[in-house]
């Protein structure tokens, strides 16, 4: 009766408005006036076209056309189901430390094959920074999405920290520039690998800090929260004192220079 708010009767159990008068709202509803009809031929939706996927003959032409440009043995091959496997480098640009278990072993080839979580062998945990701009690569299929890369990346440097804190970016050079674009969860990296061909300078991936959007700081623990307002209280100070010696040296000058002048006029 307010606000006039017409929707679907499809949509009217999702609908949350903050309503001035809910009492004269609900009494004055009327089917014919704020419901309308469920969607027909008539409504007009805006729906985003999605491009047919390849075909099976399309994307054996794709392979093959992507293995005649490989200068190494890192080939793509078509399974007989359709789906297709590969490798994809991932670039670590962490600026952040990682948290990792403490006092474990490293990882055998027997923990390899049984897919044996070593970090679940322990509760302790430490943080280090890993090596900036380090470079893993991933032998992955058709089907593997970004979210499964990133937990994949995760698991092979034993990091604990949860996935969420982490994205996924391609990155392109094009006119002397470098572009960055995160992907989304449901990405399939190893198709974009197809498309853009083996050139790592055309395409690569990044893995970084997901800094986009609001922090979710539900995904951080009490500790690594502390670690921040230490880092953040440390930072403050190398700051000031910045500052203070800057201004420090600016006032040395000063004085040398009316020491020499003598108290002579400009």
Same mark, same amino acid.
Request: glycine letters at 4%; a neutral charge; proline letters at 7%.
């Given at each position: 009766?307010? @606000?006039?708010?017409?929707?679907?009767?499809?949509?009217? &159990?999702?609908?949350? #408005?903050? @309503?001035?008068?809910?009492?004269? @709202?609900? /009494?004055?509803? /009327?089917?014919? &006036?704020?419901?309308? !009809?469920?969607?027909?031929?008539?409504?007009?939706?805006?729906?985003?076209?999605?491009?047919?996927?390849?075909?099976?003959?399309? %994307?054996?032409?794709?392979?093959? *056309?992507?293995?005649?440009?490989v200068t190494n043995c890192l080939l793509m091959k078509l399974n007989e189901d359709g789906t297709y496997t590969g490798f994809i480098k991932v670039?670590?640009?962490?600026?952040? !430390?990682?948290?990792?278990?403490? &006092?474990?072993?490293?990882?055998?080839?027997?923990?390899?094959?049984?897919?044996?979580?070593?970090?679940?062998?322990?509760?302790?945990?430490?943080?280090? =920074?890993?090596? +900036?701009?380090?470079? *893993?690569?991933?032998?992955?299929?058709?089907?593997?999405?970004?979210?499964?890369? %990133?937990? &994949?990346?995760?698991?092979? $440097?034993?990091?604990?920290?949860?996935?969420?804190? $982490?994205?996924? $970016?391609?990155?392109?050079?094009?006119?002397?520039?470098? +572009?960055?674009?995160?992907?989304?969860?449901?990405? =399939?990296?190893? =198709? +974009?690998?197809?498309?853009?061909?083996?050139?790592?300078?055309?395409?690569?991936?990044?893995? *970084?800090?997901?800094?986009?959007?609001?922090?979710?700081?539900?995904? $951080?623990? %009490?500790?690594?929260?502390?670690?921040? #307002?230490?880092?953040?209280? *440390?930072?403050?100070?190398?700051?000031?004192?910045?500052?203070?010696?800057? =201004?420090?040296k600016f006032k040395q000058r000063l004085q040398q220079t009316l020491k020499e002048a003598g108290g002579k006029p400009g």
């Open positions: 009766a307010d @606000c006039r708010y017409t929707c679907h009767q499809e949509c009217r &159990g999702l609908i949350q #408005l903050d @309503c001035r008068h809910p009492g004269q @709202c609900q /009494s004055q509803l /009327s089917p014919e &006036g704020t419901l309308l !009809p469920p969607c027909s031929q008539n409504v007009r939706q805006t729906v985003e076209e999605k491009p047919e996927p390849p075909s099976l003959q399309e %994307i054996k032409e794709r392979i093959d *056309k992507y293995n005649t440009k670039h670590l640009k962490l600026r952040r !430390p990682v948290t990792v278990p403490a &006092g474990i072993r490293p990882q055998s080839i027997y923990d390899a094959l049984k897919e044996v979580n070593l970090a679940d062998m322990t509760d302790k945990r430490t943080s280090f =920074y890993l090596p +900036l701009d380090a470079i *893993k690569q991933l032998h992955i299929s058709s089907t593997t999405t970004v979210s499964e890369v %990133i937990q &994949g990346l995760l698991k092979k $440097f034993m990091v604990v920290d949860n996935p969420q804190k $982490f994205a996924l $970016f391609k990155e392109m050079r094009r006119e002397g520039q470098v +572009l960055f674009q995160k992907l989304p969860l449901t990405e =399939y990296p190893l =198709y +974009l690998r197809l498309l853009a061909g083996p050139d790592t300078d055309v395409l690569s991936f990044v893995l *970084k800090e997901n800094e986009t959007g609001e922090v979710e700081w539900d995904a $951080f623990s %009490i500790p690594e929260l502390q670690n921040f #307002l230490m880092i953040l209280d *440390k930072e403050e100070k190398d700051k000031i004192q910045q500052v203070q010696k800057k =201004y420090e």
